[in-house]
């Protein structure tokens, strides 16, 4: 990941390695699972997927989950601060 915190409303860079050259891998954000996409993975195995946290994710501890094509699962913590107040 980017950044280990990030505030709702910011974009976080996910890179991922050692994959299978044109292994599709998705991406979601748990607690409450949302859809962050997906990405293919390049000749050397790799993959770069940049995402914004939406605005109205819940401030505390998260995971980014990735999910390769044979349904394996990688977790990485990501803390999620409020989003900025307007004013």
């Known amino acids: 990941l980017s950044a280990s915190t990030i505030q709702a409303g910011s974009t976080v860079t996910v890179d991922a390695t050692g994959l299978t050259p044109g292994e599709r891998v998705s991406f979601a954000l748990h607690s409450d699972p949302v859809d962050m996409g997906a990405a293919i993975a390049d000749d ?3 993959v770069s997927l940049t995402w914004k946290v939406p605005t109205g994710t819940p401030a505390g501890a998260h995971e ?9 699962t990688i977790a990485v913590p990501l803390t999620v601060t409020a989003a900025a107040v307007p004013g």
């Open 64 to 72: 980014v989950v990735m999910t390769r094509a044979d349904t394996t």
């Open 44 to 46: 050397d195995g790799a």
